[in-house]
C-alpha cells in the first residue's frame, strides 16, 4: 500500500514557476514509476509527466515539454515536478499516481494504482 500526498500547488502569474512535491509512504516507493496527471473543472484527467522506478528514464505529454520537469528522490520518497513558463491553460488540479505493476509508467491514468489527494494550480493571464 502506498499513501501519496501532494503540496506546492498555488495560484501565480502567466511565465511564472511552482514545484509540486508528492511525498509517498511505504517501503516499496523505489520500485514503483510514477506520474503526474491533471485535471480541470470539465476535462478529462491528463497525464502530464512519468519518471521509472529509478529515475533513469522521463517522458512528457507534448504540451508541457521543455516547461515541465518531472524527478524523483528514493531517499525521501518524494517525487516532483518543476514547471516552469505557466500558461493559464495550465491550471487544474495536479494528482500524483503511483504504477504498482510498472517499471517505466505509463501515460493512461487507467493503469495507476495508487493516487494522491490532488492539488489545486492556477495561473492568472
Known amino acids: 500500500q502506498v499513501q501519496l500526498v501532494e503540496s506546492g500547488g498555488g495560484l501565480v502569474q502567466a511565465g511564472g514557476s511552482l514545484r509540486l512535491s508528492c511525498a509517498a509512504s511505504g517501503r516499496t516507493f523505489s520500485r514503483y514509476a510514477l506520474g503526474w496527471f491533471r485535471q480541470a473543472p470539465g476535462k478529462e484527467r491528463e497525464f502530464v509527466a512519468a519518471i521509472s522506478w529509478s529515475g533513469g528514464y522521463t517522458y512528457y505529454s507534448d504540451s508541457v515539454k521543455g516547461r515541465f520537469t518531472i524527478s524523483r528522490d528514493n531517499a525521501k520518497n518524494t517525487v516532483y515536478l518543476q514547471m516552469n513558463s505557466l500558461q493559464p491553460e495550465d491550471t487544474a488540479v495536479y494528482y500524483c499516481?503511483?504504477?504498482?505493476?510498472?517499471?517505466?509508467?505509463?501515460?493512461?491514468?487507467?493503469?495507476?494504482?495508487?493516487w494522491g489527494q490532488g492539488t489545486q494550480v492556477t495561473v492568472s493571464s
Open positions: 499516481a503511483a504504477d504498482a505493476d510498472s517499471l517505466y509508467g505509463s501515460r493512461s491514468f487507467k493503469d495507476y494504482d495508487y
